[in-house]
């Protein structure tokens, strides 16, 4: 499995669309971190861009992210990339905290760029 984390300077970046680059990690059936690597962010809003595209070539299954509107998630969903809204701090603590179940969906959805990224 892979998951997919918006990023900056190793931590969950605040807006999913506008991160610095998107954290990939690897997990393994026990459940823990075997890879790590780094995907550069699209200028401008990510939801626009082919992000989703390349992540989901990647193998990308789930993206924990803090801050994100409808339209990225309902163009992360029709890649079959599940989205876990509501998530902060450092990367691979985040994954980690999930992985174990720590971590759920928060359900909250961010109305700040919405005009900008509908699909």
Known sequence: ?????PSHQNNIDDHFG??????V???DGNKQIVAEENVQSPQGCGCKSNIVETLSQMGVT???AGN?????????????????????GNVKAVAE???TGNITDSGIVCHQH???CQH
Do not use: D, P
């Open 25 to 27: 990690l690897t997990i």
């Open 68 to 88: 994100i509107g409808n339209g990225a998630v309902n163009v992360l969903n029709s890649r079959n990339i599940q989205v876990i809204r509501g998530c902060s």
């Open 114 to 116: 919405e005009q900008e």
């Open 18 to 23: 506008h991160c610095e680059y998107f954290t």
């Open 97 to 99: 905290q999930w992985l």
């Open 1 to 5: 499995m892979k998951i997919a984390l």
């Open 62 to 64: 789930h993206m924990l």
